[in-house]
């Protein structure tokens, strides 16, 4: 949602959209991948792949959180 919020308020419905494009995209992926991978490599490889996917979103989220662009009035972003 980081991204979301550093957009400018004309753009927070495209990108809002885009969101939750990708985030229903990777569950309809992820999913059944890590289940494959449960079943060929183990449940303890499911943690270890989720914890590595964890770790990059969270480096990601912080990034963003110190890079984040406020809107001025008139919607268009400030940095």
Do not use: K, Q
Not at 28 to 52: M, T
């Amino acid at each position: 949602m980081e991204a979301v919020g550093s957009t400018s308020p004309r753009n927070r419905g495209l990108a809002m959209g885009i969101y939750t494009a990708f985030l229903d995209v990777a569950m309809a992926l992820g999913s059944p991948a890590l289940g494959w991978v449960a079943d060929r490599a183990g449940l303890s490889v499911v943690f270890v792949i989720s914890a590595g996917v964890t770790f990059c979103t969270t480096a990601i989220a912080l990034h963003l959180a110190s890079t984040r662009i406020e809107a001025t009035a008139d919607g268009y972003p400030r940095r």
